[in-house]
């Protein structure tokens, strides 16, 4: 089930300052796509490390949409990576597209 | 405090510089998205406090740590709590962040940094300019005069250093922080949390120690490449 996002910290962090509020959502809806597609390309090159790198800089929006058990699966799939394994794969992805779907609505 | 940010994501940099100008303390003077460029504006300018992201490509926060001869107090800010141990390393780091990073955590995290001793980023003397030749250390009440040169290391002991020169040793009742500070960082060196050995003494390195006369010292990894940095390498 596709998980629901909040925007508590993104409010909390722009305290009432729409314009900042729309700012960072304007930086996540442009870095998102930039960072996923070079998760893609590494996921391709085949080098788990590297995709573990990337995995763990998209955390970062993950929990800025306040995506918790996203979260926890990127954490994993992290660890997973590190010892390179690919398990939870499919579900990370998932948030990822979920992500996406997202941002297109907000 | 004249701060910069260093991290690879536009967006924590978005973060933390709406976070830097709510609190009056701080003033962002520049922000980066890599190490290097900031490690060529740091060579040219000063700065009070870095916020800097760990994981960057190619370079990471630790690395630029490393390259900075002295480092300004440092925050640093990341994903991942499991640096936090390799954090203790250094001691120009002050606080460590992790993301997303709320506002209250923030304001603590620069508190700290504002009360840390101004001595972390003290500028080491040099051999002859600043401090003469010599130090002086309190024994049994009275000063004895130590030349610099004749250093062979200094050993943290509990609340004691053990100075070791070519003549003799003395017990002193001080800090490995303090003694780091008054001696000239062009001869010494701290290898170690426990060590600073006089790097004209080295007779040989291997691995993670070095020999200085009889001893063999524990190199830390965070420390070694500063060491070799030293070394005149043919």
């Known amino acids: 089930m596709k998980e629901n996002h909040n925007l508590a910290y993104l409010k909390e962090l722009s305290d009432g300052d729409e314009v900042f509020e729309k700012k960072l959502l304007d930086i996540l809806k442009a870095e998102l796509p930039e960072e996923i597609e070079e998760y893609q390309n590494k996921i391709r090159s085949n080098s788990l490390s590297l995709v573990a790198e990337n995995v763990h800089k998209l955390k970062h929006k993950i929990s800025i949409l306040g995506l918790e058990k996203s979260y926890e699966i990127a954490s994993n799939y992290e660890k997973n990576l590190k010892l390179d394994n690919l398990d939870l794969q499919i579900e990370f992805e998932k948030v990822l597209n979920n992500m996406v779907e997202i941002l297109k609505k907000i | ?234």
């Open chain 2, 1 to 234: 405090m004249k701060s910069i940010i260093i991290d690879d994501e536009k967006m924590a940099r978005a973060i933390i510089g709406q976070l830097i100008s709510a609190n009056k303390n701080l003033n962002l003077v520049s922000e980066f998205s890599n190490a290097i460029e900031a490690i060529k504006f740091l060579n040219q300018n000063k700065v009070d406090l870095i916020f800097l992201d760990i994981h960057m490509p190619n370079f990471t926060g630790f690395d630029l740590i490393q390259t900075l001869k002295n480092p300004p107090k440092v925050i640093l800010i990341t994903s991942d709590k499991n640096f936090a141990l390799d954090a203790f390393e250094y001691e120009c780091i002050v606080d460590y962040i992790v993301k997303p990073i709320t506002p209250e955590r923030f304001n603590k995290a620069v508190q700290k940094a504002m009360s840390v001793s101004s001595s972390n980023g003290v500028t080491k003397k040099s051999t002859e300019n600043e401090t003469g030749k010599e130090l002086y250390v309190n024994i049994d009440r009275r000063l004895i005069k130590i030349n610099f040169e004749s250093i062979k290391l200094v050993e943290a002991k509990g609340d004691y250093i053990l100075i070791k020169t070519e003549g003799k040793n003395y017990t002193v009742h001080s800090t490995m922080k303090k003694i780091e500070e008054k001696l000239p960082d062009d001869l010494f060196l701290k290898i170690h949390r426990s060590y600073i050995i006089n790097t004209k003494k080295i007779i040989d390195i291997e691995d993670n120690s070095v020999l200085i006369d009889n001893d063999v010292i524990p190199v830390s990894r965070s420390n070694r490449p500063e060491l070799i940095k030293r070394l005149n390498l043919l």
